[in-house]
């Protein structure tokens, strides 16, 4: 659902929906790039429950599929409603982890046009930052951050400036509950083993964590997320007779939280439920994401809690902004996390920097010489192209035979940051078929692609092995080129110019030759290519 409704450039209207795995939230925001900021003019929530999954298999049920796709459709009517330019959805940990969760994605592109993007563990807590900072003013001082979800726990350290270290762990209410919570109230051994269960699994992050504090540096620990309000929601009316709006702000201790947990245990679900302030679905899964919370409190040394109401919906927002060039204050560095991201991926798989960048670069001239004439394709998909130009050769780190698959792996696997996982797939696949065999229906990475995506990686892997033959000798011997199209006789003119006028390009011109066939192929024309007198200055 893009651009259904135009907006002024003041007046711009954005919505985001983050399909969790407990629940489904949209929010609505208004914003205005002169400042730039955004103001949230509508909030939406339904308990979706997408984490309840098939016992044997972990697919997404039908019914639970159902709940979802009529919560979706819901969440648009009211987006349209409120004049949204676009709809931004984003899928975490439930849709990650079912077999039949991107055969889900495609079924909610089908029916409601809306294409969902599947983010990563480490993506997810990135947004969720970026969330964190639209509503807090850090002040320079280092936050941890916590975002107990149904499926995962997200935690996050950073200062207003770059996150110092973002991760995420499979542990989450709905999830531990429906694997560890069969009696009630809870037994004693039930309890002792869930939470020895958390802490275990909170180690490892918490230590990830501790490794990048700084010596004597003050540490805040902000929550965020369903189960943290609704704890501090249930504190301030116990401790004060009213819940403040926003909660933003509010302050939730180490021992009041233990009290909370004490207390849950010994109550039935009824008897939760009986709580002012807690929902019937909160109630059922209220005590695992509140002993999530307890222990990672008492691993981190933090004796108070501050709560956010801003998390991953809101970072969603963020995200937009910074992609679209609306945000040039605190946030500024974000703009470029893509970029970044490559280029670690590429210091750590030692890259030959210089030839992928040469590579990169024959890769866009081409994108950009035939834009409009052998393709439509934009900003988006050349930033792909780049990327997968800059990647290509990573699998080389493993070994040359067959470096081209291990690229795909390597890139696939990376928890590439600023990208969805579909980028991830289409710039892995686009690195795959930088040699050897084109695209095929029998290959599984290609035909799991959403059709448009299959379409980028088919039209545009033909400029990446033209771009790869153009370097050969890796030593920069073509300076320039230009194209040429020529429909009336089905023929593509590359006129190269050499970097010596004395090189006579044998190897290039003869890798060029060799890789042609797959552009051949795919645009239906004949690639001549003829090497040019260099120009040399009087």
């Not at 796709?69 to 849709?95: G, P, W, Y």
């Not at 280092?142 to 499926?151: E, K, L, P, R, T």
């Not at 799991?448 to 771009?467: D, G, T």
Request: hydrophobic share 40%; proline share 3%; with cysteine.
């Amino acid at each position: 659902m893009v651009n259904s409704i135009a907006s002024t450039e003041s007046n711009r209207i954005i919505a985001a929906i983050d399909m969790g795995t407990n629940s489904f939230h949209m929010v609505v925001a208004r914003i205005d790039p002169k400042l730039p900021a955004f103001a949230i003019i509508a909030r939406e929530k339904d308990t979706v429950r997408l984490g309840d999954s098939e016992a044997k298999t972990g697919c997404l049920k039908s019914e639970v599929m159902e709940r979802a796709i009529a919560t979706l459709s819901r969440f648009l009517d009211i987006a349209k409603t409120s004049n949204a330019e676009q709809v931004i959805a984003v899928a975490t940990s439930a849709v990650r982890e079912a077999p039949n969760g991107r055969d889900f994605l495609k079924r909610v592109a089908d029916e409601l046009d809306l294409n969902v993007s599947l983010i990563s563990g480490q993506e997810e807590a990135r947004r969720i930052y970026l969330g964190v900072l639209s509503g807090m003013e850090f002040n320079n001082q280092s936050q941890v951050i916590i975002d107990i979800g149904g499926g995962s726990t997200e935690l996050i350290l950073g200062d207003s400036s770059e996150p110092r270290c973002l991760t995420s762990t499979k542990i989450g209410a709905v999830r531990l509950t429906g694997e560890f919570v069969k009696t009630d109230p809870i037994s004693r051994e039930e309890f002792a083993y869930l939470q020895a269960y958390i802490r275990i699994s909170l180690e490892r992050p918490i230590d990830e964590l501790r490794s990048h504090f700084k010596a004597g540096e003050t540490l805040r620990l902000i929550g965020t997320a369903g189960t943290i309000e609704t704890l501090a929601a249930i504190n301030a009316r116990e401790n004060f007779g009213s819940v403040p709006s926003p909660l933003t702000g509010y302050e939730l201790s180490l021992k009041d939280l233990r009290d909370l947990v004490n207390r849950f245990r010994k109550l039935s679900y009824a008897e939760r439920l009986a709580i002012p302030g807690m929902s019937d679905k909160r109630a059922e899964i209220i005590l695992a994401g509140a002993l999530i919370l307890q222990e990672a409190m008492i691993l981190l040394g933090m004796e108070s809690l501050t709560v956010c109401d801003r998390s991953l919906r809101e970072g969603v927002i963020v995200d937009w902004m910074l992609s679209h060039g609306l945000i040039e204050n605190r946030l500024r560095y974000q703009g470029s996390i893509r970029q970044r991201s490559i280029g670690l991926m590429a210091d750590k798989y030692q890259v030959n920097t210089e030839e992928s960048e040469r590579t990169a670069e024959f890769s866009l001239k081409l994108f950009d010489q035939t834009q409009g004439m052998l393709h439509n394709w934009g900003t988006e998909e050349r930033e792909l192209l780049w990327a997968a130009a800059i990647l290509h050769n990573c699998g080389l780190y493993i070994s040359h035979s067959a470096h081209h698959k291990h690229s795909y792996y390597l890139i696939r696997n990376g928890e590439l940051l600023g990208y969805t996982e579909t980028e991830i797939e289409v710039i892995a696949n686009l690195a795959r078929y930088h040699r050897k065999s084109p695209p095929k229906k029998k290959h599984e990475n290609f035909v799991n692609l959403p059709k448009k995506y299959r379409e980028v990686v088919s039209k545009l892997h033909p400029f990446l092995r033209l771009a790869v033959a153009l370097d050969r000798r890796q030593i920069g011997a073509i300076a320039d080129f230009k194209c040429e199209h020529r429909p009336e006789i089905r023929e593509f003119h590359m006129r190269l110019q050499p970097l010596d006028s004395g090189d006579d390009c044998a190897l290039e011109m003869w890798s060029l030759d060799y890789k042609k066939p797959c552009f051949e192929d795919e645009y239906n024309l004949k690639l001549v290519a003829t090497l040019e007198p260099t120009v040399v200055a009087v």
